[in-house]
């Protein structure tokens, strides 16, 4: 309170709101000036906490409350000569304005498409550097708007948006706004979109955008016609339980639109997906992303080769998260077949087999670690240990995390030579693995970890 203006002061006071002992009080150190963020919230915050500390909450009128609140905006507005980042009120703040106010030099603006239409304009005279904008699109724009648009068209360049709309609302004129900014953009986030907008998306290049993010109900098939040369991260994520999007859509993406510069893949598709269309995902992924970093895939027990291969491709992996893919090429199993049912020769071959095994059983173990890795039957691997063990030799040094979901049933001797394998390697470093899934059990797994975490 005591870097209140004088005026300020003078009118708090008369209204009862502050005592008369700090109005010959000045600040011991300006801090103000050195603000660089205000918002609605934070000051709301500020003004709430100053009655509940000063005031009996029946004593306080909303009427003192108002007046509160907008000499507090005042102080900001008029003393934060630092201010970079401003997120819009919900009252005209240019009535607060002086002649050297600090929102002229704002970067980083978050407003809503209900706010005024002529607080836009006003800043769009004042602030021509903004370069970051957030809006939450909670109500339709006209086709003539004037205010939003003018500000966004009027600024020098706009690296970044974020859009965030409420009950589907597409604006159409704000996208036409924000195309004035296509060869500057490096950012676009939109939440909550029913569709993408056309007139922003459609036969559009972005030559200088390095990141895309999306969460949306369902139309993704705008994002065909558009470039990204660019393109560092991609993230679509689908604000539904009912994920109706196929893979191949994402594979001509990547492959068509990106020039190889992807860095980040986080996407959403059901895990029923058709298994030629994964094949396809992997190999794109392996053939023109050698710099993946941060990736999302999924595979089951057909696409582990293909696997081996991505890993041994991308050497910069340092996130991978692999989901299991339900197989769509499943064949009929006779529910009749059983050992019974074997020719004699069948059996012979079988009693061979497990007098074998019984054999193996038998003898002395060279290690203890050899006795827990023997495969199931004579050189036969299951699939999950096959799939551990690609992972664990394939991946690169730089890989920290990993997450795996799915019904995969590792028994405790994969878990084991998964992370022997690992220690194996010269320059193992300590990574994060997250398992996910219905089939091991959770003792097993943290049992596992927690013996391997702490060598």
Same mark, same amino acid.
């Given at each position: 309170?005591?870097?209140?203006?004088?005026?300020?002061?003078?009118?708090?006071?008369? %209204?009862?709101? *502050?005592? #008369?002992?700090?109005?010959?009080?000045?600040? !011991?150190?300006?801090?103000?000036?050195? @603000? +660089?963020? =205000?918002?609605?919230?934070?000051?709301?915050?500020?003004?709430?906490?100053?009655?509940?500390?000063?005031?009996?909450?029946?004593?306080?009128?909303?009427?003192?409350?108002?007046?509160?609140?907008?000499?507090?905006?005042?102080?900001?507005?008029?003393?934060?000569?630092?201010?970079?980042?401003?997120?819009?009120?919900?009252?005209?703040?240019?009535?607060?304005?002086?002649?050297?106010?600090?929102?002229?030099?704002?970067?980083?603006?978050?407003?809503?498409?209900?706010?005024?239409?002529?607080?836009?304009?006003?800043?769009?005279?004042?602030?021509?550097?903004?370069?970051?904008?957030?809006?939450?699109?909670?109500?339709?724009?006209?086709?003539?708007?004037?205010?939003? %648009?003018?500000? *966004?068209? #009027?600024?020098?360049?706009?690296?970044?948006? !974020?859009?965030?709309?409420?009950?589907? @609302? +597409?604006? =159409?004129?704000?996208?036409?706004?924000?195309?004035?900014?296509?060869?500057?953009?490096?950012?676009?986030?939109?939440?909550?979109?029913?569709?993408?907008?056309?007139?922003?998306?459609?036969?559009?290049?972005?030559?200088?955008?390095?990141?895309?993010?999306?969460?949306?109900?369902?139309?993704?098939?705008?994002?065909?016609?558009?470039?990204?040369?660019?393109?560092?991260?991609?993230?679509?994520?689908?604000?539904?339980?009912?994920?109706?999007?196929?893979?191949?859509?994402?594979?001509?993406?990547?492959?068509?639109?990106?020039?190889?510069?992807?860095?980040?893949?986080?996407?959403?598709?059901?895990?029923?997906?058709?298994?030629?269309?994964?094949?396809?995902?992997?190999?794109?992924?392996?053939?023109?992303?050698?710099?993946?970093?941060?990736?999302?895939?999924?595979?089951?027990?057909?696409?582990?080769?293909?696997?081996?291969?991505?890993?041994?491709?991308?050497?910069?992996?340092?996130?991978?998260?692999?989901?299991?893919?339900?197989?769509?090429?499943?064949?009929?199993?006779?529910?009749?077949?059983?050992?019974?049912?074997?020719?004699?020769?069948?059996?012979?071959?079988?009693?061979?087999?497990?007098?074998?095994?019984?054999?193996?059983?038998?003898?002395?173990?060279?290690?203890?670690?050899?006795?827990?890795?023997?495969?199931?039957?004579?050189?036969?691997?299951?699939?999950?240990?096959?799939?551990?063990?690609?992972?664990?030799?394939?991946?690169?040094?730089?890989?920290?995390?990993?997450?795996?979901?799915?019904?995969?049933?590792?028994?405790?001797?994969?878990?084991?030579?998964?992370?022997?394998?690992?220690?194996?390697?010269?320059?193992?470093?300590?990574?994060?693995?997250?398992?996910?899934?219905?089939?091991?059990?959770?003792?097993?797994?943290?049992?596992?970890?927690?013996?391997?975490?702490?060598?």
């Amino acid at each position: 309170m005591l870097c209140l203006s004088d005026y300020s002061k003078q009118v708090l006071n008369i %209204n009862g709101i *502050i005592s #008369s002992t700090i109005l010959s009080q000045p600040p !011991k150190f300006n801090y103000i000036s050195y @603000i +660089e963020y =205000i918002s609605q919230d934070i000051i709301t915050k500020f003004v709430n906490n100053y009655i509940t500390i000063n005031f009996e909450e029946d004593t306080f009128s909303s009427m003192h409350r108002d007046l509160l609140f907008e000499e507090i905006w005042k102080m900001f507005l008029n003393q934060c000569h630092s201010l970079k980042s401003i997120t819009l009120p919900n009252i005209k703040i240019m009535n607060y304005l002086g002649e050297d106010n600090s929102v002229k030099n704002i970067r980083k603006l978050k407003c809503s498409t209900e706010s005024d239409s002529s607080l836009f304009l006003y800043l769009s005279q004042i602030c021509q550097n903004i370069s970051k904008i957030i809006i939450i699109q909670n109500k339709n724009l006209e086709e003539n708007e004037i205010g939003l %648009n003018t500000l *966004i068209e #009027s600024q020098e360049k706009i690296e970044e948006i !974020k859009i965030e709309s409420f009950m589907n @609302i +597409e604006n =159409i004129s704000l996208a036409k706004a924000l195309r004035k900014h296509i060869n500057s953009l490096q950012s676009i986030t939109l939440k909550n979109f029913n569709s993408l907008p056309s007139s922003l998306f459609q036969n559009t290049e972005f030559p200088n955008l390095k990141i895309l993010k999306i969460k949306l109900i369902n139309d993704l098939k705008i994002l065909d016609s558009i470039k990204l040369p660019n393109l560092e991260i991609l993230e679509i994520l689908n604000n539904s339980i009912l994920i109706d999007q196929t893979i191949d859509l994402y594979s001509k993406l990547i492959s068509t639109i990106t020039n190889g510069n992807l860095k980040k893949i986080n996407i959403e598709v059901s895990n029923d997906q058709c298994l030629d269309d994964l094949k396809e995902f992997i190999e794109i992924i392996t053939n023109c992303c050698n710099k993946m970093e941060y990736l999302t895939l999924w595979v089951n027990d057909k696409l582990i080769d293909n696997l081996e291969k991505l890993l041994i491709n991308c050497k910069n992996l340092k996130h991978l998260t692999l989901n299991k893919a339900t197989d769509l090429d499943w064949e009929l199993v006779d529910d009749e077949f059983s050992v019974e049912n074997l020719d004699d020769e069948t059996k012979s071959v079988n009693n061979v087999l497990n007098q074998s095994i019984e054999k193996r059983k038998t003898s002395e173990p060279s290690s203890w670690l050899e006795f827990l890795t023997k495969s199931v039957g004579i050189g036969v691997q299951t699939s999950e240990f096959k799939f551990l063990s690609i992972l664990a030799t394939n991946s690169s040094n730089n890989l920290s995390e990993i997450i795996i979901r799915g019904d995969w049933n590792f028994t405790r001797k994969d878990l084991v030579k998964f992370f022997e394998t690992l220690k194996e390697k010269d320059s193992f470093k300590p990574l994060k693995l997250q398992i996910v899934n219905n089939k091991t059990s959770i003792e097993t797994i943290n049992d596992v970890c927690k013996k391997y975490s702490e060598e």
